[in-house]
């Protein structure tokens, strides 16, 4: 996985929307006003943060060692992805889509509707 198809996996998703947080050095991927992925560097290494539950990030950080807590956010919800790292293309579409799930669940019906999701 690279940063640019990443990037494009997740724009492709309904109301994402990209913004830099420059204190960060970061691209925030947000649906509404929530934020779902991230890219940024860690260690000089291109890396990805995405939210989950706090079991399935306890689960992957055992599983992968290329995924660790997110230095940036809350480390229960948010991981951390090297991009170089041992961890599957297929694994990273669904951790993209289950992140920008968590994302929508927690919008209002209202904002919902309008982003036709």
């Known amino acids: 996985m690279d940063q640019s198809t990443f990037l494009a996996y997740c724009m492709d998703k309904p109301g994402a929307q990209q913004s830099l ?10 649906v509404g006003e929530v934020m779902f992925a991230m890219t940024h ?16 990030a306890e689960s992957l950080r055992s599983e992968y060692h290329a995924i660790v ?6 480390k229960t919800h948010w991981n951390t992805l090297f991009l170089d790292g041992d961890i ?3 694994q990273f579409y669904y951790l993209v889509d289950a992140s920008w799930q ?15 999701i």
């Open 21 to 30: 947080r420059q204190e960060w050095q970061a691209n925030q991927i947000k």
């Open 102 to 116: 968590l994302a929508v669940d927690t919008l209002p019906d209202s904002l919902r509707q309008e982003l036709n």
């Open 88 to 90: 599957p293309d297929s």
């Open 41 to 56: 560097e860690m260690d000089g290494k291109p890396v990805i943060s995405l939210k989950s539950s706090p079991k399935m």
């Open 69 to 74: 807590p997110c230095g940036l956010l809350n």
